[in-house]
């Protein structure tokens, strides 16, 4: 059902900036010539926003192929975040759910990075500092207009500059995937060169449309012990594929796997379905409400570059220096 906005619409815009009005901007752009293009003005608005000015951050990406609902998902994170995380954030069941999920009006997808206009202002609960939220949605991992280079160079920035970045994927978790995350990561590896840390903070696979909860239970449970399946080395294995495992784990801090139900017919196959919460299957929103509130409770977690934690100041600098790296 969701529509794109045409690049040339979202490039260059000069948004606003008032509370519960923001809107999708790209950040990053995969030209049709297969260049890659960071849109610093673009940027530096979002990070430089007189709430989040200085604030250390934390950056949530949900990344993966097109139509597969990340954009949706994002929906239900400004959900949470707009309700300040109480308790009935869901919401009503004729609400339509906006945002990132919007319809209409465009015939191109876009490739790259969008990032959410607003910042979110969140307190986090050891210190009760103050941190600035940002959402990201990275689009376009091997569809049929990428190159597999535009795949992984944007995938990979975008897991050098989140804190969480959520891996989404349907169905199962398969050994491509696997292959695809460690080419990306290969790419990020590459570009943090000299960094001696873990390279990456927390990735989750996050498997939609989950159809055997009676082998791994949906949520982080059944998930992490299909992860531990999909992750076994044994003595039949080929090298390649044992080291490929290795090294993925060596990567994250954090590696995990969260199973989703499936939200039902009327989501994914009504053209007049726009969001509401009484089209969804129960299931899925159950699911949905502790994966979202998994990302920000017990804690938040902090953008954290060579084991420091940075501001959205030094964010910039390091996309900048990060794009120039890709750029070359
Ligand atoms: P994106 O391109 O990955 O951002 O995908 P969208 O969020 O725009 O969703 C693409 C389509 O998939 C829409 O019709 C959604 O209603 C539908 N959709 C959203 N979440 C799910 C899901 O978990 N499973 C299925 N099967 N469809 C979904």
């Known amino acids: 059902m969701s529509g794109r906005i045409p690049t040339e619409e979202i490039m260059n815009t000069s948004f606003s900036s008032t509370p519960g009005t923001g809107q999708p901007i790209q950040i990053i752009d995969i030209t049709e010539d297969h260049k890659f293009k960071l ?14 000015r200085l604030k250390k951050v934390s ?33 009503a069941d004729d609400e339509p ?17 969008l990032m959410w206009s607003e910042p979110f202002i969140l307190r986090r609960n050891d210190t009760k500092e103050e941190i600035a939220v940002l959402l990201m949605d990275t689009q376009g991992a091997f569809d049929s207009q990428s190159t597999v280079k535009d795949c992984a160079t944007v995938f990979a920035l975008s897991l050098m500059i989140s804190s969480i970045h959520v891996y989404n994927i349907t169905q199962n978790l398969q050994e491509d995937d696997l292959q695809h995350l460690h080419l990306f990561t290969e790419y990020g ?23 055997f909860p009676y082998e791994y239970s949906y949520g982080y449970e059944g998930g992490q012990a299909l992860l531990d399946k999909r992750f076994q080395i044994n003595s039949k294995q080929h090298q390649e594929l ?10 994250f801090n ?21 969001g509401k919460l009484k089209d969804i299957e129960l299931d899925f929103k159950n699911y949905v409400k502790k994966f979202v509130e998994a990302q920000f ?14 501001t959205t100041l030094e964010l910039f600098e390091y996309f900048r220096a990060y794009c120039r790296i890709f750029e070359a």
């Not at 994170?77 to 308790?87: A, H």
């Not at 938040?300 to 940075?310: F, P």
């Open 254 to 274: 954090t590696l995990n796997c969260y199973l989703m139900p499936h939200p039902g017919l009327r989501v994914c196959t009504s053209p007049e379905f726009d």
């Open 189 to 211: 590896k590459i570009a943090l060169e000299d960094s001696h840390e873990t390279p990456f903070q927390r990735l989750t696979f996050l498997i939609r449309d989950w159809s």
């Open 242 to 251: 044992t080291e490929l495992r290795i090294n993925l784990k060596k990567c």
């Open 297 to 310: 409770q017990p804690n938040l977690t902090v953008k954290q570059i060579n084991g420091r934690e940075i």
């Open 97 to 113: 759910l906006t945002g990132f999920h919007w319809k209409g009006g465009s015939e191109r997808d876009t490739t790259g990075i």
């Open 59 to 91: 950056i949530i990406s949900v990344a993966g192929a097109f139509r597969k609902g990340k954009s949706f998902l994002l929906d239900f994170f400004l959900r949470y975040l707009n309700r300040n995380g109480r308790e009935d954030w869901l919401g």
């Open 39 to 52: 849109n610093e003005n673009n940027l530096q608005q979002i990070l430089s926003h007189p709430k989040a």
